[in-house]
């Protein structure tokens, strides 16, 4: 039988033959030794900042630097962009109304918030009143929004029904990443073409990928009234009247198709 060969040293003899010195391996000499959470720590942080940067969305405090950074390039770019565009326009040297079209263009990083079918921007109002509390260094804030007070909690990125206890989760949202880049969320609010909201609190949402290709395909078929259990919830969607209802809270919304010609529901 015959013994192992031993290639570093075959490399050795080779490099030797060749006229040239043998690389040398580098030796590591520490006197600590490695802290691993610290380094599991530190390759968190780096997918999640990866993951804020790709998607354009930070759902953790963890992302939230990657997020502004991004956002901060992204806004620049287009400053740039619209300037050399109205440059090449003949509009070289008109600073100011370059200056009231980039305010009319520009855009803030938004608060979202996540509803039974989708993700979907908190009203102005709430926007505000979370920026403000986040630059005076609050961390919870309480808005009383209509019928209802919510608790918004910047650091756990959540908020709180405190009349039903309902939990939702929050997240923020760069706008240039959807709007001029092209990247697009593979989550559940994203679809091509004619599409279906329904109504929140907060304004027009879109049904999410599963509810779109369920209310299409009962559409192509005639079927004007479907029923689908969606995460966890029983649901009843008329198409003809534009409502939905959940069996479940006997909570009813409106519905509305845009893109398409059918009417919308007001």
Known sequence: MQSPIDRRA?????????????????????????DRRALRNHLKSVRAALKAVQTGFACS??????LFCQFDSDRLLQMKYLSWFLDEGGMRGRDTLKA??????????YWQFQTDQGW???????????????????HVVELRLRSWTYEYNLAERCQTNLSTLKYRSLR???????K????????????????WQFSSGFGWADCDVEVQNLLKE?????????????????????LKLGKQLNVSTGRERNLRCIGSSRPMAK
Request: proline share 8%.
């Open 10 to 34: 075959l490399r050795h003899k080779l490099w030797l033959a060749r006229g040239f010195e043998p690389p040398q391996r580098p030796q590591v000499v520490s006197s600590h030794p490695i």
């Open 61 to 66: 405090a963890l992302e939230d630097r990657a």
């Open 100 to 109: 009231y079209v980039w305010a009319f263009l520009d855009e803030p990083i």
């Open 120 to 138: 979907a921007d908190c009203d102005e109002v709430t926007q505000q009143a979370l920026r403000k509390a986040e630059a005076q260094g609050e």
């Open 172 to 178: 923020r949202r760069n706008p240039f990443v959807a």
């Open 180 to 195: 001029f880049a092209g990247s697009r969320e593979s989550g559940p609010t994203t679809c091509e073409g004619p599409r």
């Open 218 to 238: 009962a559409e192509a078929q005639g079927n004007f009234s479907v029923q689908a259990r969606v995460r966890q919830y029983d649901y009843v969607f008329d």
